[in-house]
């Protein structure tokens, strides 16, 4: 492309039984001016909304010719999934985020996270993956980072100052390792990881709930991407101002014994003591068979909203253990 320009393309990846094409949409803007390149993935779980409409309200307002480096959104890493308005790929079942990086001759998913990787590989120099929670909940937008120990990896320090732009509820660290409280699942396969792995800052942003789209969260995520944009220099101005995000080292999705009615009692970004109840399960005959609370203080970052839940459903994610790392 040259430079100061803006143009679009789409990296195919194959086509349906039909024949209708598949591919990964990419926007581009190249600056006037050499420098660092942003890469904005809107999605990688299809039912995750508010991600890319920030990340398209963000790059639709940049001016090329003002510039330096370059601006990439891959608007929909899994457009199999966003087509389904699924979380997962339906061809495959597999999460796209446990695939990366991928295979050139594998699965319909393995070969999305494949072209992703190979069109990053050499080009990225900073990652902004965007998810949101499931539609069942309700929270504000919030931050998750993994670390990598890999020579030449990013520090916790340097993230945090970056996630800081987005100004989420807290900032979680996940661990690569399962531990208790986590959803089951390959957590080194994640394209944030990879990203890490490769020696370049990367991180999620878990902007609002899935399935729709939040006009306030939506304006959040521009202006975080703004703050980015401008930490790396590619645009003018003032980041916001860096207070550091709440750093959570433990956390838990936590879930029902019992299934019925899920009747919440706080609302998201709560702190709640230890014991509190943060909802009620009812049954059908509307007698209250559990309540659902945390044995030690906890911040109530996502709640459900979809009232009906089985045994084992999710009803709550929520920080358990936290500290504020100087800015
Ligand atoms: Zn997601």
Not at 68 to 88: Q, W
Not at 132 to 137: N, P, R, V
Not at 164 to 185: D, K, N, T, V, Y
């Amino acid at each position: 492309m040259p430079a100061g320009a803006r143009g679009d393309c789409l990296i195919e990846t194959g086509n349906l039984a039909s024949g209708a094409p598949l591919g990964i949409p990419v926007v581009l803007v190249k600056g006037a001016r050499a420098g660092p390149c942003l890469w904005i993935n809107g999605q990688v779980h299809g039912d995750e909304i508010n991600g890319l409409v920030a990340a398209l309200d963000f790059v639709g307002g940049l001016v090329p010719s003002s510039m330096a480096g370059s601006v990439v959104l891959t608007t929909t890493a899994n457009p199999y999934a966003f087509d389904a308005r699924r979380k997962r790929t339906p061809h495959d079942d597999l999460d796209l985020d446990q695939c990366f990086p991928g295979h050139a001759q594998g699965l319909a998913s393995e070969r999305l996270a494949y072209a992703m990787t190979e069109a990053m590989a050499g080009c990225a120099d900073l990652l902004v993956s965007f998810h949101t929670m499931g539609s069942a909940f309700d929270c504000r937008p919030f931050a998750v980072y993994k670390q990598s120990s890999a020579p030449g990896a990013p520090d916790e320090a340097g993230l945090l100052v970056l996630m800081a732009q987005f100004a989420p509820s807290c900032a979680c660290w996940m661990p690569i390792e399962l531990r208790e409280g986590e959803l089951p699942g390959h957590l080194a396969g994640a394209i944030d990881y990879w990203m890490l792995e490769a020696g370049k800052p990367a991180f999620m942003i878990e902007l609002g709930a899935g399935g729709r789209v939040d006009a306030e969260h939506v304006k959040q995520g521009v202006r975080g991407l703004t703050g980015v944009a401008r930490k790396l220099g590619i645009v003018r101005g003032a980041a916001e101002a860096d207070s550091p995000p709440l750093r959570v080292t433990r956390y838990r999705h936590a879930t029902c014994a019992r299934g019925g009615l899920f009747r919440r009692a706080a609302e998201p970004d709560t702190m709640l003591a230890a014991g509190q109840a943060y909802g009620h399960i009812t049954d059908l005959y509307g007698k209250v068979v559990e309540t659902l609370s945390f044995e030690q203080p906890a911040l109530l970052v996502g709640v459900r909203r979809d009232p009906v839940v089985h045994s084992g459903d999710r009803v709550a994610f929520a920080a358990l253990q936290w500290d504020r790392v100087a800015g």
